[in-house]
């Protein structure tokens, strides 16, 4: 019953920056962590980054930290991805998820739709 939508896709060339959206809606009051995945083509969905939207704590993975800012609008129903230095490797479909608790890293309950960005070199 929660509904997830992405925006900020697009095209953009290496070393480039990028900013992703995730707007939360409907009965979001349970969902207290968002993260962001990330399908590339010939790969499996991978897990990119996570935020509480109650504590702020974020997670990275190892192949983005340092270049990807997750972070949270003050209503805590918009949650942001930042991308700076982007490779022609973080091209994929970015997904962002949504679950109540638990591992931050799997297991996400709702998911929007996707949008894709796309590093050209």
């Known amino acids: 019953q929660v509904q997830l939508v992405e925006s900020g896709g697009g095209l953009v060339q290496a070393g480039g920056s990028l900013r992703l959206s995730c707007a939360a809606s409907g009965r979001t009051l349970s969902t207290y962590i968002t993260g962001w995945f990330r399908q590339a083509p010939g790969k499996e969905r991978e897990f990119v980054a996570a935020?509480?939207?109650?504590?702020?704590?974020?997670y990275y993975a190892d192949s983005v930290k340092g270049r990807f800012t997750i972070s949270r609008d003050n209503d805590r129903l918009t949650v942001y991805l930042q991308m700076v230095s982007l490779k022609s490797g973080d091209t994929a479909v970015y997904y962002c998820?949504?679950?109540?608790?638990?591992?931050?890293?799997?297991?996400?309950?709702?998911w929007g739709q996707g949008t894709q960005v796309t590093v050209s070199s």
């Open positions: 998820a949504a679950k109540s608790g638990g591992n931050v890293y799997a297991d996400y309950n709702y």
């Open positions: 935020i509480s939207r109650t504590t702020g704590n974020t």
